[in-house]
């Protein structure tokens, strides 16, 4: 998507479609009112007759609208004026941008980003605009006979923000996180027969290539020499191969890297603790926290962020087979730290703790890692917010800022170590799982023993990166979450 910026007046503005706000009650933005005045009240009376569904987002398409040089004319709903805040304002935009991406205009004009919101500044709005009007336009290039037709506006521009080079990054800056959400989507979406360990390294690499960044990939017998036998217990039984994956992109100097890590089970069968048919499909989103590395770096090389970053990517597929690990396996981790395995299913923690162990070399500024690591979590907080832990309370807020900034949302869990006797083995140092009660605490718990030595955050995105049903996908979360937080490090 190309997105400008104009101040030129909205009535004279051609393009395919106008996007005009309206408010619960009737009244309109400075902008609505003065196509409203161009139209001869017409917008007026027909919110009036109530076409226009009051509840925020509600959209109206209206064509032809007299004394207006746009083709047609989209009425957003924002609800009551006095609660126009960051949600409205996110709504509005999102409800834009689907009409928008299924409409036949090629362009359009959007007025909403001159809206105000309080507490946020127009570089604030210009991102997130920017961002949710690209994401909207978003589609997974399935495999189909027949290519999809392409419908949908390409070419935007934002009315009454002058084109100042501030302005300008602002939207570089989402159009750049919703193209880093792309590639976390597109990774998510395909198949696990596609999407293998192979590919997501392939994928890296590209990207590498691309952008000039360093992306080294580790093999089994790599990962052997380094002792890392809890992650390749995961991945014995498969045909396709373990891939750590490891990405360097230096833009800070001498500052100490970022270092980001993500489960990549390109598929969770569950191994020989099989998991029930059911669903079982949306285990190819097991790699979501991978896909979320690798979407990042676009975003981040992208925007040339002066920072230093490391992403760590343990790429393996979780299968049954007669060289399958079996509950009551004993590991050795990297870390030393021996583990019994008492469900081959409880296999994210397997291979995020060798990573994160690996990530100690980097002596890191923070790490991150990112995993759909468990259904406890989807219980506990649903599809709305990420499970956040942290050994480190600033770096907690910063990221709970950060959601709160991009409206991709974490709520903090507690890491507290009255919990640690769930983890307990008769037969080596711990056990792969802690039972039924808190299982996203104990899940988190676990990966705490190999966090000691530097500042660490670890969110649970098993209930964020993908949703079910008729609208089934990948969400690309949390790269806006990580997005806002790395932004914030590169201003300083
Ligand atoms: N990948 C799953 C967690 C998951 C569940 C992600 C649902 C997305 C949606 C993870 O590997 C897993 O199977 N966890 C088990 C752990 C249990 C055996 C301790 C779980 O949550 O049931
Ligand atoms: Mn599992
Ligand atoms: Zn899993």
Not at 10 to 21: D, E, M
Not at 26 to 45: H, R, W
Not at 167 to 186: I, N, R, S, Y
Not at 265 to 270: A, S
Request: charged share 20%.
């Amino acid at each position: 998507m190309n997105i400008t910026l104009s101040t030129t007046p909205a009535a004279t503005t051609k393009t395919g479609t106008l996007v005009l706000g309206a408010f619960a009650d009737g009244t309109f933005p400075g902008t609505t009112q003065a196509i409203d005045d161009a139209s001869g009240g017409k917008l007026a009376t027909i919110v009036k007759r109530g076409d226009l569904d009051a509840k925020t987002g509600s959209t109206l398409l209206i064509p032809d609208l007299p004394g207006v040089a746009a083709e047609r004319v989209l009425l957003v709903a924002l609800g009551k004026r006095a609660e126009l805040d960051e949600k409205a304002y996110r709504t509005a935009l999102a409800a834009a941008g689907k009409a928008l991406a299924s409409g036949v205009a090629e362009s359009a004009a959007v007025t909403l980003a001159e809206l105000d919101v309080p507490n946020r500044d127009a570089a604030w709005r210009l991102r997130t605009a920017a961002r949710l009007l690209a994401d909207a336009a978003y589609v997974f290039d399935a495999p189909r006979k027949e290519p999809l037709s392409k419908r949908g506006a390409n070419a935007v521009t934002l009315l009454g923000i002058e084109s100042r080079a501030e302005h300008a990054l602002a939207v570089a800056q989402g159009l750049a996180v919703a193209e880093g959400m792309a590639l976390t989507k597109d990774l998510g979406n395909h198949g696990g027969n596609v999407c293998n360990p192979a590919y997501m390294a392939h994928t890296a690499s590209a990207l590498g290539k691309e952008f000039g960044f360093e992306v080294e990939v580790l093999e089994r017998a790599d990962m052997e020499k380094l002792g890392m036998h809890s992650a390749l217990s995961v991945g014995r039984a498969s045909l396709s191969p373990c891939k750590f994956i490891v990405m360097k992109y230096s833009g800070g100097g001498s500052a100490k890297p970022i270092v980001l890590v993500g489960k990549g089970m390109t598929f969770d069968t569950g191994g020989v603790s099989l998991k029930p048919s059911a669903n079982l499909d949306e285990m190819k989103y097991d790699m979501s926290g991978g896909g979320t590395v690798i979407g990042m770096f676009k975003t981040v090389a992208r925007l040339k962020l002066p920072l230093n970053l490391i992403g760590l990517v343990m790429a393996v597929e979780n299968m049954p087979g007669g060289n399958a690990s079996r509950p009551g396996d004993v590991v050795r981790s990297m870390a030393g730290i021996t583990i019994e395995i008492l469900n081959t299913d409880a296999e994210g923690r397997l291979v995020l703790c060798d990573a994160l162990t690996y990530a100690e070399r980097f002596d890191p500024a923070c790490t991150i890692d990112l995993a759909t690591l468990t259904g406890a979590c989807v219980i506990a907080l649903g599809a709305h917010a990420s499970g956040l832990y942290a050994n480190d309370a600033a770096l907690a807020a910063e990221l709970l800022a950060a959601g709160q900034g991009s409206g991709d949302r974490a709520w903090q869990m507690p890491l507290w170590d009255d919990y640690q006797p769930q983890l307990k083995s008769n037969f080596a140092d711990m056990s792969n799982l802690g039972g039924p009660a808190a299982g996203s605490i104990t899940a988190a718990l676990f990966l705490s023993h190999f966090a000691k030595k530097y500042k660490w955050a670890h969110l649970d995105i098993a209930g964020t990166a993908s949703v079910s049903g008729d609208a089934k996908g990948a969400t690309g979360r949390p790269v806006p979450l990580l997005a806002e937080f790395l932004l914030a490090r590169a201003a300083g």
